[in-house]
């Protein structure tokens, strides 16, 4: 999603941008189809289709699709007989790129499209009409969940009968974007500004919450989708809530975790963790308890948080559940530890 928002900040500013795509692959390959990368006309790039001289090639194929004004494809050999090429590459197989030259009359509408669908935890599919042989490609439609399109197949289900990104119909290439996953920070303090930081860089749309004006500010959250300030209780009436939706407590009082939680608990959540010494977590979980709340209620929480990494700075406390919400996301995390626990 890196590329897309970087594609569309480029072209609000009047600038002209390409955008790389890795429609197909063979063999071993960095990147899988549906990577992307936007090219800028500094040659400087947003997102990767893998790095290296293969990476290169494509940046300068970039630069003669912003001038000329016509998408490509780019096939990129990764190999060579007996092991590594040349160029370093040693990864073993072959990529099929789409460079697309983007325009703001032209695909602004459409990244704005996309972004919104996204941003709701919600599926897009991008439906292009893509000539093989001259590479050329014209993007037909932004399709949400069930929406539908003459000649397009109905979606989601055309791709439940393959796990696949992006997947073809006669002329039609048709990529399916997955929602955008949404990190709730709750405390604007140390931890706070470190967490936003590394976790914009993985891939997650960063609110932050607070009560305290001075601390809850654009300024201080520069790579934050959304910095939100007013009292608890109006915040927590509008937070989202879903299979894509983590949340971080990193609050300055465990009052504040008490209130989050007792909102939180009672809906669904890909991952909610809690900040805090061993004392402040039996606090929070006797005062849930008075609450109404079970022990399986709060089997659900990650306290202590993150990572086992020695942490001690709030950047090293940031990478430290940063590593744990990219475990959770790739499913390679136990059940948490958590405040079910006496």
């Known amino acids: 999603m890196e590329a897309f928002r970087a594609a569309r900040e480029e072209l609000v500013r009047g600038e002209r941008v390409a955008l790389a795509t890795v429609l197909a692959t063979r063999g071993s390959t960095p990147r899988e189809p549906g990577a992307h990368m936007a090219v800028r006309r500094d040659r400087s790039i947003a997102g990767t289709v893998g790095g290296g001289q293969g990476e290169a090639d494509v940046i300068a194929a970039a630069m003669d699709v912003i001038e000329g004004g016509r998408s490509r494809l780019l096939p990129l050999e990764m190999w060579a ?61 932004v399709l949400g969940e069930g929406e539908e399109a003459p000649g397009v197949p109905p979606l989601p289900p055309f791709f439940e009968e393959e796990a696949r990104r992006i997947r073809s119909v006669d002329t039609l290439s048709i990529e ?32 932050v919450f607070d009560d305290r004006g001075e601390f809850a500010t654009p300024d201080r959250f520069p790579r934050a989708f959304q910095v939100h300030s007013a009292p608890w209780a109006s915040m927590l009436a509008e937070i989202p809530a879903g299979e894509r ?58 306290s202590p948080i993150g990572i086992d990494i020695g942490a001690q700075t709030p950047a090293e406390i940031a990478i430290s559940i940063a590593g744990e919400l990219v475990a959770v996301r790739n499913g390679r995390v136990p059940p948490p530890s958590s405040l079910s626990r006496e």
């Open 81 to 141: 007989e007996g092991g590594e090429t040349g160029e370093g590459m040693v990864c073993g197989g072959s990529m099929q790129i789409l460079i697309e030259p983007l325009t703001a009359d032209r695909d602004l509408p459409w990244l704005d499209r996309l972004l919104r669908i996204t941003g709701e935890a919600k599926e897009a599919f991008l439906v292009r009409e893509l000539d093989e042989r001259s590479g050329e490609a014209i993007l037909l439609h």
């Open 176 to 207: 399916r974007v997955p929602p955008r996953d949404q990190l709730l920070v709750f405390g604007a303090g140390h931890v706070g500004v470190s967490l936003c930081e590394v976790a914009s860089l993985l891939d997650f749309d960063v609110h």
């Open 245 to 302: 939706v983590y949340a971080v407590l990193v609050a300055h009082g465990y009052s504040v975790d008490v209130m989050v939680l007792e909102k939180m608990l009672r809906r669904e959540y890909a991952y909610v963790g809690v900040i805090g010494s061993r004392r402040r977590a039996t606090t929070v979980r006797r005062l849930l308890v008075e609450k109404g709340f079970a022990s399986d209620d709060l089997a659900r929480l990650y």
